[in-house]
């Protein structure tokens, strides 16, 4: 396709000498996926953590060229998965110039396209579209309609003085529309039972029909859905019959390494402020202390949408001290972590017997995964500089809105810091020009002591907004 790409053929005589050859979206996608397989590419760009799991049955569903449901709880990556599969078609594709439903100039279907290739022959106009546009996606919801999905007569179009009887009175629905492209359906169990029997045809028979209309058209669509499991929805189910004609049921989970949490809050989360790895380990090991809960229903799941969104709180809150102190960078701290729990709860859903003590189970997680963080990060360091620091009865006071530097003036030197810095990826050997910010060395001088208190080293207090280490 480069040489066309480069040309770009305006008639099918044009196209036919520059040796096009025709194919259904279903060997498009197989063709590049077994190239990216042999080449060693990427496949799936941007999907974290399905590479052992979920992935190698994609891609054996997409080589048998299987319509297929992707299913799973809430934030398990669905939707981005399946948006993914526009990577996998060809930059650019022909189309019969101004075809409702982008006819392949080779074989037209439509009414309009066929009459012209009939009478146009090599000289039929032809124009390309991007595989961008090749994607179409839709919610399913109660009240969609068949005219939404397959189509409907067009009021106008009779009014202009065709027949009911003419197949030219149609408006193509979203599927129709889809033709030589992909088609998403999010929430399929959501769609009317009445509904999913529309689909029936274009999935099978490859087929529409519209109020009496039986239009033999031949779509060539790749037909995607999702749905979350129906024991927790409630809402719908998809009808046995359909389900029997998707060629493959995939199911996806969520992630089971941490590293792959943290590539994936990186990937995902848009941070206005520095965070530091370790505290985006600790929003991992609190989502998952929270999917094995039993104060939460699992049944619903924690979506990887909790995540991100309390690393976007985290920074944010870090972005507010600086700007109210006056602080040049912002880095957030373990202080900037509780701040963001009330504005989570609404994303969980507990166990009716745990009414009022929502917050409380997320401030127990939320001290786990610090202290289970401090342990893994810094095991076995000598941390005996910071604890000394206390033996005479000294406090030193941090909080939301304490600087970096009036933290850092308490602490006074402590030997060690700097190993701290290291084992927390402040700093790199081989980068000794660029040291530590002042932020950063707060940020970990206060990690440190927090762990310090929930391992019982030392003690603790929070009095108006202000936490005070030691005493």
Not at 64 to 82: C, F, I, P, Y
Not at 427 to 436: G, H, M, N, Q
Not at 439 to 450: N, S, W
């Amino acid at each position: 396709m480069s040489q066309m790409e480069q040309e770009r053929p305006s008639t099918v005589g044009q196209l036919r000498e520059q040796g096009y050859v025709t194919r259904g979206i279903k060997q498009e996608i197989r063709d590049n996926l077994v190239h990216r397989l042999r080449s060693g590419d990427d496949a799936f760009p941007g999907i974290v953590g399905f590479g052992e799991s979920v992935l190698p049955q994609l891609e054996s569903a997409l080589l048998a060229g299987h319509d297929l449901v992707l299913l799973g709880e809430r934030g398990q990556g669905k939707t981005r998965l399946m948006r993914t599969l526009v990577s996998l078609l060809d930059e650019w594709s022909p189309e019969v110039a101004g075809c409702e439903i982008h006819d392949d100039p080779e074989h037209p279907v439509c009414v309009r396209c066929r009459a012209l290739a009939a009478e146009l022959g090599d000289d039929l106009p032809i124009s390309w579209r991007h595989r961008d546009d090749r994607y179409t996606e839709k919610l399913a919801t109660p009240d969609t309609s068949v005219g939404d999905l397959i189509g409907d007569v067009d009021p106008v179009k009779v009014a202009q003085g065709r027949t009911l009887g003419d197949p030219e009175t149609i408006h193509y629905g979203l599927v129709p529309r889809t033709n030589r492209g992909v088609f998403g359906l999010n929430e399929l169990p959501d769609l009317a039972e009445r509904i999913q029997v529309a689909l029936f045809n274009v999935l099978e028979e490859r087929d529409i029909q519209v109020r009496g209309y039986s239009l033999r058209l031949p779509l060539d669509v790749l037909l995607i859905a999702t749905a979350n499991p129906e024991d927790y929805t409630n809402r719908g189910r998809i009808i046995t019959p359909l389900k029997d004609r998707f060629g493959a049921e995939i199911r996806t989970h969520y992630l089971t390494e941490l590293p792959d949490e943290v590539t994936l809050l990186r990937q995902e989360a848009r941070l206005v402020a520095e965070v530091g790895d370790h505290l985006l380990e600790v929003l991992a090991r609190l989502t998952r202390g929270l999917r094995e809960s039993s104060s939460v229903d699992q049944r619903s799941g924690v979506s990887a949408r909790f995540t991100i969104a309390a690393a976007e709180g985290v920074a944010a809150s870090a972005l507010r001290r600086a700007a109210r102190t006056g602080e040049d960078q912002a880095v957030a701290r373990v202080c900037d972590l509780p701040l963001v729990l009330p504005a989570l709860l609404g994303k969980i859903e507990f166990e009716m017997g745990e009414e009022g003590r929502e917050r409380a189970v997320l401030e127990h997680l939320l001290k786990v995964a610090v202290a289970t963080t401090f342990r893994e990060r810094l095991g076995g360091l000598d941390l005996s500089g910071f604890t000394n620091l206390f033996g005479e009865g000294d406090v030193v006071e941090t909080g939301e809105l304490v600087p970096a530097d009036q933290l850092l003036s308490q602490l006074g030197t402590v030997p060690g810091l700097s190993k701290v810095l290291d084992r927390l990826g402040y700093t790199d050997a081989e980068l000794t020009s660029d040291p530590p910010s002042v932020g950063q060395a707060a940020a970990a001088a206060e990690f440190v002591l927090e762990g310090l208190h929930l391992t019982r080293r030392i003690d603790k207090a929070t009095v108006d907004g202000r936490t005070v280490y030691g005493g």
